[in-house]
Antibody
Framework: EVQLLESGGGLVQPGGSLRLSCAASGFTFNNYAMSWVRQAPGKGLEWVSGISGSGGSTYYADSVKGRFTISRDNSKNTLDLQMSGLRAEDTAVYYC???????????????WGQGTPVTVSS | QSALTQPASVSGSPGQSITISCTGTSSDVGGYNYVSWYQQHPGKAPKLMIY???NRPSGVSNRFSGSKSGNTASLTISGLQAEDEADYYC???????????FGTGTKVTVL
C-alpha cells in the first residue's frame, strides 16, 4: 500500500523559513517523480514544485521560484521542501504527491499525502 | 500560466448524469492528451479519478468517465450518488511549464 506522510508544517512569521518533509512507502521511490501541491484556505490547488526520480531535475512555480527548494533522499525514501522568505500568501495546506512517471511533465498525481498546514503570520 | 476554466458549481439529482467542463488553450488541454481529474471531499486530500483524458485508475467507479474535444476536457459522472458531492479539479500539462496547471475547481452538489 502506497503511503505518503507529510510533516513539518506550522506557524511561521513573514520572512521566516520552514522545512516540510514527506516520508514515502509502498512503492519504488526512486522510479518516480514527486511533487508538492498546495491549497490556500478556501482556494483551489496550485502545483508548486516537482522533482525527477533521480533528483537531478527540479521545477518550481513562478510564485515560489528562488524561495523554495525541493529535494529528495532516495536512500531514505523522503521528499523535502525547504521554504524561505515566507509570505502571507504562502499560507496553505501542502500536499506531497507521487507522479507515476519518471518525469514531472505530462504526469499526473497518483497518490497524495494527508497534507501539512503552513500558516505565515505575525 | 493561467488556471484552466471550470464552472464554479454543478448540481444534479441522485441517479442523474452531470458533466464538468475544463477549458484551456491549444498550449495545454488542446495540445496534449495529459488531462487528469481529482475529487476532493472537505478536509481531505484530493483523489485521482481520471488520467490521460479518459483512463480510470484501479478502484475508481466506472460511473466516472473523461473525454476531450478541442481545448475542452470533460468529466462525466453518471448515476449520481450522494457520495459524489465534492470539489473536482482538472489539470493539464502545458507547453509553457514543466509543472501542470490546475483548473479553478467545481463544486458538485447532489440535490
Amino acid at each position: 500500500e502506497v503511503q505518503l506522510l507529510e510533516s513539518g508544517g506550522g506557524l511561521v512569521q513573514p520572512g521566516g523559513s520552514l522545512r516540510l518533509s514527506c516520508a514515502a512507502s509502498g512503492f519504488t521511490f526512486n522510479n518516480y517523480a514527486m511533487s508538492w501541491v498546495r491549497q490556500a484556505p478556501g482556494k483551489g490547488l496550485e502545483w508548486v514544485s516537482g522533482i525527477s526520480g533521480s533528483g537531478g531535475s527540479t521545477y518550481y512555480a513562478d510564485s515560489v521560484k528562488g524561495r523554495f527548494t525541493i529535494s529528495r533522499d532516495n536512500s531514505k525514501n523522503t521528499l523535502d521542501l525547504q521554504m524561505s522568505g515566507l509570505r502571507a500568501e504562502d499560507t496553505a495546506v501542502y500536499y506531497c504527491a507521487n507522479c507515476p512517471r519518471n518525469s514531472v511533465w505530462g504526469s499526473y498525481l497518483n497518490y497524495w499525502g494527508q497534507g501539512t498546514p503552513v500558516t505565515v503570520s505575525s | 500560466q493561467s488556471a484552466l476554466t471550470q464552472p464554479a458549481s454543478v448540481s444534479g439529482s441522485p441517479g442523474q448524469s452531470i458533466t464538468i467542463s475544463c477549458t484551456g488553450t491549444s498550449s495545454d488541454v488542446g495540445g496534449y492528451n495529459y488531462v487528469s481529474w481529482y475529487q476532493q471531499h472537505p478536509g481531505k486530500a484530493p483523489k485521482l479519478m481520471i488520467y490521460d483524458v479518459s483512463n480510470r485508475p484501479s478502484g475508481v467507479s466506472n460511473r466516472f468517465s473523461g473525454s476531450k474535444s478541442g481545448n475542452t476536457a470533460s468529466l462525466t459522472i453518471s448515476g449520481l450518488q450522494a457520495e459524489d458531492e465534492a470539489d473536482y479539479y482538472c489539470t493539464s500539462c502545458t507547453s509553457s511549464s514543466t509543472l501542470g496547471v490546475f483548473g479553478t475547481g467545481t463544486k458538485v452538489t447532489v440535490l
